[in-house]
């Protein structure tokens, strides 16, 4: 079992940054790649960005060039950059982990509220 702890959620106002973080309870080694998703009320969950075992990153169009999405290893942590924040970004933002057994394991979400 792969526990994922998130944080770093909050209030931001339009214009803004933050920077999620997600710590997963096992070596990098067992995992193959690291996503963010997000959902706002009434939505479905959307993938926001992805990073593979070997670094490639991949990006939902609704967040290319505001997001980044980085991993540091030794920590077993993604991170998630966010800049230039919208209000449409207002969500629950998720990460997701895929592990080298083939299996995925989400955290419990951290909010992001962005308010004018």
Same mark, same amino acid.
């Given at each position: 079992?792969?526990?994922?702890?998130?944080?770093?959620? %909050?209030?931001?106002? @339009?214009?803004?940054?933050? *920077?999620? =973080?997600?710590?997963?309870? #096992? =070596?990098?080694?067992?995992?193959?790649?690291?996503?963010? &998703? *997000?959902?706002? @009320?009434?939505?479905?969950?959307?993938?926001?960005? $992805?990073?593979?075992?070997?670094?490639?990153?991949?990006?939902? !169009? $609704?967040?290319? %060039?505001?997001?980044?999405?980085?991993? !540091?290893?030794?920590?077993?942590? #993604?991170?998630?950059?966010? =800049? $230039?924040?919208? @209000?449409? !970004?207002?969500?629950? &933002?998720?990460?997701?982990?895929?592990?080298? $057994?083939? *299996? !995925? &394991?989400? %955290?419990?979400?951290?909010?992001?509220? #962005?308010?004018?």
């Amino acid at each position: 079992q792969v526990q994922l702890v998130e944080s770093g959620g %909050g209030l931001v106002q @339009p214009g803004g940054s933050l *920077r999620l =973080s997600c710590a997963a309870s #096992v =070596s990098i080694f067992n995992i193959n790649a690291m996503r963010w &998703y *997000r959902q706002a @009320p009434g939505n479905q969950r959307e993938f926001l960005a $992805s990073i593979a075992s070997g670094g490639t990153t991949n990006y939902a !169009d $609704s967040v290319k %060039g505001r997001f980044t999405i980085s991993r !540091d290893n030794a920590k077993s942590t #993604v991170y998630l950059q966010m =800049s $230039s924040l919208k @209000p449409e !970004d207002t969500a629950v &933002y998720y990460c997701n982990v895929f592990t080298t $057994s083939g *299996r !995925d &394991y989400w %955290g419990q979400g951290t909010p992001v509220t #962005v308010f004018s």
